[in-house]
């Protein structure tokens, strides 16, 4: 990863990433817990890292949550069950199957082709999370 790529994810990281977890807290009415493995996004590039992890990482799960926060028993649901959120940039020279949607142990992980090659969207997500909340 280049000093480019470095400096794409220190603005997001201070930037879309701070927006969708203030976002997100507001949805659900709590703190939610939120990763992100930031090393995988270094085979992806800058365009990339700056326009599509918002888009289809962030954005994605939280048009998910926001689907499902649409009362209060479903923010209840998602506060109580959901203790963190993990999202993976999936590589982009793997194979689109090897992106995935889990839900254990409280844990959601959103392993995603940002780059638009094995891509899940905000339905996968919860579908994943309903079925099991």
């Keep these: 990863m280049g000093l480019q790529e470095r400096r794409a994810i220190e603005e997001v990281k201070n930037g879309q990433f701070v ?29 990339t890292i700056s326009n599509q992890l918002d ?4 954005q994605y799960v ?23 959120i993990v999202i993976i940039a ?4 793997t194979d689109s199957r090897e992106a995935y ?3 254990v142990d409280g844990v959601l992980t959103f392993h995603n082709g ?7 969207k905000d ?5 994943v999370l309903e079925a099991a909340l």
């Design 19 to 47: 927006n969708f977890t203030s976002q997100l807290n507001e949805i659900t009415g709590g703190n939610m817990d939120v990763e992100v493995d930031w090393d995988s996004l270094a085979s992806h590039s800058v365009h």
């Design 62 to 84: 939280l048009d998910a949550i926001k689907n499902i926060c649409v009362d209060d028993m479903g923010k209840e649901a998602i506060r109580e069950g959901v203790k963190k």
């Design 101 to 103: 949607v889990k839900f």
């Design 55 to 58: 888009r289809r990482g962030f």
């Design 90 to 93: 999936k590589d982009p020279n």
């Design 114 to 120: 940002i780059d638009g090659n094995g891509v899940y």
């Design 123 to 127: 339905d996968k997500i919860q579908e």
